[in-house]
């Protein structure tokens, strides 16, 4: 079945790095995606990974992929006050008629 | 968010009168799609539409309709509104390379059914 699993809260200080983690159930996911929501506001795509990468950079973000134990995380180096966000992994493969979300983490960064 | 619109983006209701809530892209997009975000529960996938005229049932679509009769314009209608229909609700677009990066969002609706 469907589901997308993340720790809802992840509180930080400002300059350490952060990981936010996610598990998902399927395997045939093609595309796994991470979103940020700021306050008030809509979800922004931050970065994605197709399944048959283990790891992408991007600037300050780096997620790795674990397929065997279906695992993605996102890590932000040197986190910024503006980082804090609810941050959403995303799952999705090719047919499937839209993208599966997980319930979000919270991240509080600390100056 | 550019290319994307929702309205309204604030409104309470009461139970059991008919609310709709409009979605409207300029993007030329094929996919469109209502979530709804609740606390502890993520997005859930209400309805979504790959074509005008063309629209499908996502996971929580009892008590939603849909209608899209132009590209750019994708309508959620709650037919009675009751309490647990509260909730903030996010349209998205996405373009024929929707695997690859995803979808855009709209600012969202933040309905209150009272």
């Known amino acids: 079945g469907e589901d997308v699993e993340q720790s809802l809260f992840l509180s930080v200080r400002e300059g350490d790095s952060s990981v936010i983690n996610c598990t998902y159930t399927?395997?045939?996911?093609?595309?796994l995606y991470w979103y940020k929501q700021e306050p008030g506001a809509g979800l922004q795509l931050l970065t994605y990974?197709?399944?048959?990468?283990d790891m992408k950079q991007d600037q300050r973000l780096t997620v790795l992929l674990n397929k065997k134990d279906k695992h993605l995380s996102l890590r932000i180096a040197d986190t910024q006050t503006g980082d804090s966000a609810i941050y959403f992994c995303?799952?999705?493969?090719?047919?499937?008629?839209?993208?599966?979300f997980g319930s979000g983490t919270r991240l509080q960064v600390q100056p | 968010d550019a290319g994307i619109t929702q309205s309204p983006r604030h409104k309470v209701t009461e139970t059991g009168t008919p609310v709709t809530l409009r979605c409207h892209q300029t993007?030329?997009?094929?996919?469109m799609y209502w979530y709804r975000q609740d606390p502890g529960h993520g997005l859930r996938l209400i309805h979504y539409?790959?074509?005008?005229?063309?629209?499908d049932k996502g996971e929580v679509s009892d008590g939603y309709s849909v209608s899209r009769s132009k590209t750019e314009d994708f309508l959620l209608t709650l037919e009675s509104a009751t309490s647990s229909q509260t909730s903030v609700y996010f349209c998205?677009?996405?373009?024929?390379?929707?695997?690859?990066?995803?979808?855009?969002f709209g600012s969202g609706t933040r309905l209150t059914v009272v």
């Open positions: 998205a677009i996405s373009g024929p390379d929707r695997d690859v990066y995803g979808y855009t």
């Open positions: 399927d395997s045939s996911s093609t595309y």
């Open positions: 990974i197709f399944s048959n990468m």
């Open positions: 995303a799952e999705s493969y090719t047919g499937r008629r839209a993208l599966t």
């Open positions: 993007e030329n997009h094929r996919y």
């Open positions: 539409s790959y074509g005008v005229k063309d629209t």
